[in-house]
């Protein structure tokens, strides 16, 4: 059954609803017994005792007006209107008396008969057989007072004073009765107030015992539900965290069936998702740069299938004499070495933001340019590559032997790297069933050919002048000609990358120096005074093919001039 969140946080707030106003209303109700008990006490203990009291009074008072009326009986002349008077006094006095005493009992039967009582209805009961009694004493103090009227009204003068003394006795003995009567409704009449007062403290005992029994299970209920929606949503922000830093095996177990349950069941699917999304990106990105893998998964506008053109730097990196350097090595052993080389080179190009087009054979070709590097850092970074892959080779050297358990006879590895910047073609090249996101145009072969180029120059790293001049802020370089390579209809100035600024060491552009003065001397046909640089540039670094390549031009176009319209530029042949 599917609860939702909003029906859970409603039954918590209605059950602490519920669970209060049972107990205010249980609070009520012992309220409302607690007023009652106060309500009898007003309405039958109190007007009980009182009554007993005026009963008392009213008998004191019929007793002086009798001996008021002895009095006046004895007097000489009597006087009728006084005892007249004196007469109806005694009665109504008497009427009196035995009115309350009848009022007394009628509330004491009464809060007999109320259901509502102090355990005190046996008390009661003595009690108003005793007044029973009293009304019977009253019943013979007034036949006593008959007697004496009779008397005194015919004379009989021992008879009175007998008489009289008789009815003292009879009223000090009702008195007597009356007053421990009285006391005795006193008394329950207080055991009922204590009661009360003992239950009314009951009464708010129970209600803040229920009153926190209530808060407690409601605490307990809120406590639950709240812990049961808390927790859920607290696995899922750890496991979200856990997926971000790249757990993707992360699982969050579904608890509950609510909104919570729903949500982690689509986390759960949605982390599967990425997981298979990101075994995608990691089995093609050995095939493919993982940055294109993520444009065609994520972000596809990056690799616009109908092509663009753009300014995009190129570089084409090759292992000299990678024939020989093949030859008597298993295929298993070829496979192991050129991972490890071509895993080597791939790890500054794509350290400096740039893309692995392919591997030709011990060959790597590589890209810089918008989306994946800023368009006026494209060349830099792909400088720095070239500086970086020609520094790690002799690590690699040393590597050889692990990989291929042979200890010598290896022969030194060169490399040679052509970098080129200008206008391509970029965009997903290839059949129907299989593509490329690759780049392809002008400047794609004249990267290809300035690598070619090294091997006649005897040099490293070639770069075109473009790339030069958007990346002459960063590195060290010194030109080394001015060339036609093959396809090509345009003289392209060719520069020898040395390093980064700051990187190169002095003698190093001294020779830089040195040598772009004998070639501007070179390019006007100065050759004597060329050749004089050329051999200084040797005297600085005897090993300098290129200077002796110019030497050598020299000593042929002397014997042999290029004439008036030569511009300077050396047509290659070979690629």
């Known amino acids: 059954m599917r609860l939702r969140i909003g029906f859970k946080i409603f039954s918590v707030a209605l059950g602490l609803l519920l669970l209060m106003g049972a107990a205010a209303l249980l609070s009520l109700r012992m309220t409302k017994t607690v007023d009652d008990q106060l309500e009898i006490l007003a309405q039958n203990y109190y007007p009980a005792y009182v009554a007993l009291a005026h009963a008392n009074i009213h ?40 009115a309350d005493l009848t ?20 008390e009661l009961a003595r009690l108003d057989t005793k007044i029973e009694f009293l009304q019977a004493d009253r019943r013979r103090y007034e036949q006593t007072y008959a007697k004496l009227a009779v008397a005194m009204d015919k004379g009989e003068e021992v008879l009175d004073r007998d008489l009289l003394d008789e009815l003292d006795q ?14 005795e409704m006193n008394h329950l009449a207080g055991g009922a107030i204590a009661g009360t007062r003992a239950y009314q403290s009951r009464v708010v005992g129970i209600s803040l015992a229920l009153l926190l029994i209530a808060a407690l299970l409601g605490i307990s209920v809120a406590a639950a539900v709240t812990t049961g929606l808390v927790r859920p949503v607290r696995r899922l922000l750890a496991g979200t965290a856990a997926v971000e830093g790249g757990a993707l095996d992360t699982i969050v177990p579904v608890t509950s069936s609510d909104e919570i349950g729903r949500l982690t069941a689509s986390f759960n699917k949605m982390v599967g998702e990425l997981k298979v999304k990101e075994q995608i990106r990691d089995t093609f990105g050995k095939y493919v740069d993982p940055r294109i893998v ?14 663009a053109r753009r300014e995009m730097t190129i570089l084409f990196c090759d292992m000299q004499g990678f024939t020989s350097f093949s030859e008597g090595m ?20 794509r350290r400096n933001s740039g893309i692995i087009d392919k591997y030709i054979g011990d060959a790597v070709m590589a890209f810089w340019g918008p989306p994946f590097a800023a368009a006026d850092d494209q060349a830099r970074l792909a400088c720095v590559a070239a500086i970086e892959q020609f520094a790690a080779v002799p690590a690699f050297q040393e590597e050889l032997p692990d990989l291929t358990g042979v ?30 996101y690759t780049v392809i145009g002008d400047t794609v072969n004249i990267a290809s050919r300035l690598e070619g180029v090294n091997k006649a120059y005897g040099t490293r790293i070639l770069i075109g002048e473009r790339t030069r001049e958007l990346a002459a802020d960063a590195i060290e370089t010194r030109e080394i000609d001015s060339v036609l390579v093959v396809g090509k209809s345009e003289p392209e100035r060719i520069f020898e990358l040395l390093g980064r600024k700051g990187e190169v060491a002095a003698e190093r552009l001294e020779l830089r120096d040195t040598f772009v003065a ?53 047509e290659l042949h070979a690629k």
């Open 59 to 98: 008998s004191v008072e019929e007793s002086a007006f009798i001996r008021r009326l002895y009095i006046a009986l004895d007097e000489t002349p009597r006087d009728p209107q006084k005892i007249a008077a004196l007469r109806a006094q005694v009665a109504q006095s008497g009427v009196a008396s035995d």
């Open 103 to 122: 009022e007394a009992r009628e509330d004491i039967n009464r809060q007999i008969a109320h259901p509502i009582d102090f355990n005190d209805d046996i």
């Open 170 to 183: 009879q009223r000090d003995q009702f008195d007597k009765r009356i007053e421990g009567d009285r006391v």
């Open 294 to 307: 993520a444009g065609l998964l994520d972000r596809p506008e990056l690799t616009n299938p109908t092509g």
């Open 330 to 349: 298993t295929p298993a052993g070829l496979v192991n070495v050129m991972n490890r080389y071509l895993t080597v080179l791939s790890e500054p190009v």
């Open 407 to 436: 200890r010598r006879g290896f022969p030194e590895i060169q490399l040679r790297i052509g970098v080129a910047t200008g206008e391509v073609v970029v965009g997903n090249i290839g059949s129907e069933q299989t593509r490329n």
């Open 518 to 570: 004998a070639l501007a001397d070179y390019r006007a046909q100065r050759w004597d005074k060329s050749a004089k640089g050329f051999r200084d540039c040797l005297s600085i670094q005897p090993e300098d093919p290129a200077s002796n390549i110019f030497l050598d031009r020299i000593d042929r176009f002397r014997i042999a001039p290029p004439g008036d319209t030569w511009n300077g530029v050396w």
